[in-house]
């Protein structure tokens, strides 16, 4: 019998439409074996299972926040943003997803040939092929490389092969943090970033993408330890950002952090859609 999660909101979650284990039905119907009643899908440059986890979601009683996390980068800021409440269909947003996705693509197939020269045997089809219609990227890579010997984890994996100076890391193009921020608003959402120390900085990121419309931060991020979480509030507090929060789940055994792991305040929920309707409200006036 599963356990209940400690926290009934996750609005950070990952299913088969990007690097998730379970499709957008099985992650909700998980949801609702964990007690977690709303849940952000936030899958990596797409919304392509958005549909099917509200159908599923009205099947269990869970509320789906129609979501997306983008890659960003721009010199020295590396950054994930999180798109909440957005029109999935936006033409907008579906023309970024069509250019980041080619991208992405283009990066698996230069991670491969690095890996090759480096004497570790893949196949950039195996890993294309285990992505099937969701969007690609290092941790189907990394699956790959559990499956053929080489890791024996997905961290294993990352950590010796797949990130800056290791064997198989290969750049790619992507949009920057100032952009996401616009493909978000323009598709009527409100963007938060995304585990914040992953930009090495986070003060000096977030003094940065505010005045862009930044509307949130992930304060209460799952691998976070209590200390860090508060101060990433604090932080959060100080510059009129709402703290939101959650897992980064993928699949059972992926992180250390299950899904509905992390407390996250249920208020956030409220407060984001109503920044989201703020901004369609500007937008239609």
């Known amino acids: ?35 977690v009643m709303t849940i952000g899908l936030t899958d990596h440059d797409s919304t392509s299972g ?17 979501g997306v996390e983008l890659s960003a980068e721009i010199a020295s800021l590396q950054a994930h943003i999180l798109g909440y409440f957005i029109d999935p269909d936006s033409a907008s947003l579906q023309g970024e997803f069509a250019w980041m996705n080619e991208s992405r ?29 969701g969007t690609v990227g290092r941790p189907h890579v990394a699956r790959v490389l559990i499956a053929n010997g080489y890791a024996s984890s997905i961290s294993d994996a990352f950590d010796r092969f797949l990130t800056r100076g290791k064997p198989g890391y290969a750049l790619s193009e992507k949009i920057t943090p ?12 409100v963007a938060v970033l995304a ?4 930009t090495k900085n986070p003060r000096a990121a977030v003094e940065r993408l505010a ?44 992180k250390s952090t299950d899904l509905g792991g992390v407390v996250v305040p249920p208020e956030a929920v409220e407060a984001l859609r109503a920044a989201a309707d703020q901004i369609r409200t500007q937008a239609a006036s």
């Open 195 to 198: 585990h914040p120390w992953s």
């Open 1 to 35: 019998m599963t356990t209940l999660a400690p926290s009934s909101v996750d609005l950070h979650c990952h299913s088969t439409a990007s690097d998730g284990l379970l499709s957008p039905a099985g992650l909700v119907a998980y949801a609702a074996e964990r007690g």
């Open 211 to 254: 005045p862009a419309g930044l509307t949130g931060l992930e304060c209460y991020y799952g691998e976070y330890t209590p200390d860090v979480r508060s101060d990433l509030a604090a932080l959060a507090a100080e510059f009129g950002l709402i703290a939101t929060g959650g897992s980064d789940f993928h699949g059972k055994g992926v």
């Open 105 to 133: 693509r283009e990066r698996v197939e230069r991670i491969c040939a690095n890996l090759n020269a480096a004497g570790i045997t893949i196949d950039a089809t195996e890993v294309l092929a285990l992505a099937g219609n």
């Open 178 to 189: 100032e952009g996401a921020i616009g493909a978000i608003n323009r598709a009527g959402g």
């Open 50 to 66: 958005v549909a099917d986890a509200i159908e599923t979601g009205r099947q269990h009683g869970i509320k789906i926040v129609p």
